[in-house]
């Protein structure tokens, strides 16, 4: 079973990192999951960590792991977790290409949900019912501590350049505010919605 690495988020090292973001967007229109996202995530433990305040209830993150299988079944890119307070955010991350959120599909003048964003989401209702499924288990307490846990998925798909358009902008918020799984929040941002949130979230880090 694969543990989860210790940490502690560092304001200094954490405004770095995310400024390393903030650089990689500014250079790239579009990122490939295994090409750019992974490995520049999987190289900045403090943004990685980060990511997990962006989740419910995650203001303290002590836990991470990459590529943390699933009890056999599943490989999330990312997990951060709270141990105290044993809540957790597993996080999915996808292509930010022009076709990564919606894409044009015929002569129909509404655009559909792209495959990529719906393999992204999936994947993560895929984990939730794993969780459930695993709930007072003592397999999960071995892995999270505890025989019940809070969590949160998170995925990271696109550009904001994909939500141009009022409706699809629309049929984006809609979707963050509207959508639950088994009463248990799924959010989805884009990487510029993920960036801004990290920079809000660094100003409420405590000063060393």
């Known amino acids: 079973m694969k543990s989860f690495l210790p940490i502690r988020l560092d304001l200094g090292q954490c405004q770095h990192e995310v400024a390393e973001f903030g650089t990689l967007l500014q250079s790239q229109s579009e990122l490939d999951e295994e090409r750019d996202i992974r490995p520049f995530f999987e190289s900045r433990q403090q943004l990685s960590g980060l ?8 203001d303290h993150c002590d836990r991470l792991a990459f590529q943390y299988p699933l009890f056999g079944d599943f490989v999330c890119d990312l997990v951060i977790g709270d141990s105290t307070r ?4 597993f996080v999915e991350w996808e292509d930010a290409t022009a076709n990564s959120i919606f894409r044009q599909q015929g002569k129909k003048s509404t655009p559909e949900w792209a495959t990529r964003f719906a393999h992204g ?4 209702v895929d984990w939730f ?3 459930d499924n695993m709930s007072r288990s ?3 307490e071995n892995r999270f501590g505890t025989l019940q846990i809070r969590y949160v998925g998170l995925l990271v798909i696109g550009r904001d350049s994909d939500l141009k358009e009022p409706q699809e902008r629309q049929r984006w918020d809609w979707w963050n505010t509207r959508v639950i799984i088994n009463s248990m929040p799924l ?3 884009t990487y510029d919605q993920l960036h801004a949130a990290l920079v809000r979230k660094i100003a409420l880090l405590p000063s060393p």
């Open 51 to 58: 990511v997990g305040t962006c989740g419910w209830q995650m």
């Open 86 to 89: 044993h809540s957790w955010c």
């Open 121 to 124: 989401f999936t994947q993560i």
């Open 129 to 131: 019912w794993k969780l």
């Open 138 to 140: 003592i397999d999960l």
């Open 187 to 189: 959010l989805c941002l």
